[in-house]
């Protein structure tokens, strides 16, 4: 079964901090994603990789930042945390291949900045 | 602009009964399809996905949907809700087989009553 870890089920932050969310997905995976999602909006992609090192913008980058230096792990940072920053933040990951859609969610880390 | 509407936010059936969440989508391309379901505190499970085979899907816990491309819908059906059914519904297109980036609509909510 794919598998894919979050750092933190829940995190709480002060405003202006920076924040680290890690992902690690075990199957080898060429694609990862962070979504953030709030009530009423559904899932929003902030980020996603479709290689080591290769990033684009999803809908919503602005206030974030993502690495991935290793092919398994996918990091979203938040440079300066604001309070429209609390929301739960989803990583997922799929096979670059036509079911790309079909992605592995993690269970999410749920952050709230004070 | 491409986009997912899913009709209805809250949903409630009985147990037994038939349960009917409805997609659509705005594109002039026929897309990848996918519903995801989301169980209280974890992250998003696929439920099914069209990837331009089968009209109609069947999925994982009794569920199917079938695509409609004269309507722009996938519409998804379970012939007799159980109450472990109750649960937040996703629907999601790509119009990228590789990267699979997805458009979510904004969720269902199911509630299933005794």
């Known amino acids: 079964d794919v598998k894919v870890t979050q750092s933190s089920r829940y995190l709480v932050k002060r405003t202006g901090e920076k924040v680290f969310l890690e992902c690690v997905q075990d199957?080898?995976?060429?694609?990862m994603f962070w979504y953030r999602q709030d009530p009423g909006l559904g899932l929003r992609l902030i980020y996603f990789s479709y290689d080591v090192k290769m990033k684009e913008k999803g809908d919503i980058p602005e206030g974030y930042s993502v690495s991935r230096e290793k092919k398994e792990r996918f990091s979203l940072i938040l440079e300066s945390a604001s309070t429209n920053q609390t929301s739960m933040y989803l990583c997922?990951?799929?096979?670059?291949?036509?079911?790309?859609?079909?992605?592995?969610f993690g269970p999410g880390t749920r952050l709230t900045v004070l | 602009a491409q986009s997912v509407t899913q009709l209805g936010s809250h949903v409630s059936v009985s147990e037994g009964a038939l349960v009917l969440l409805r997609c659509n989508y705005s594109s002039s391309v026929p897309p990848y399809l996918f519903w995801y379901v989301q169980y209280p505190n974890q992250g998003l499970q696929l439920l099914l996905k069209y990837t331009s085979a089968a009209t109609l899907v069947k999925g994982i816990n009794g569920f199917e949907a079938e695509f409609k491309k004269s309507e722009t819908s996938f519409h998804l059906t379970k012939p007799s809700a159980h109450m472990s059914d109750a649960a937040e519904y996703f629907c999601a297109v790509s119009f990228s087989s590789n990267t699979g980036k997805l458009i979510f609509g904004q969720g269902t909510t199911l509630q299933v009553k005794p």
């Open positions: 997922a990951s799929s096979r670059s291949t036509e079911e790309a859609g079909a992605q592995y």
């Open positions: 199957m080898d995976h060429e694609n």
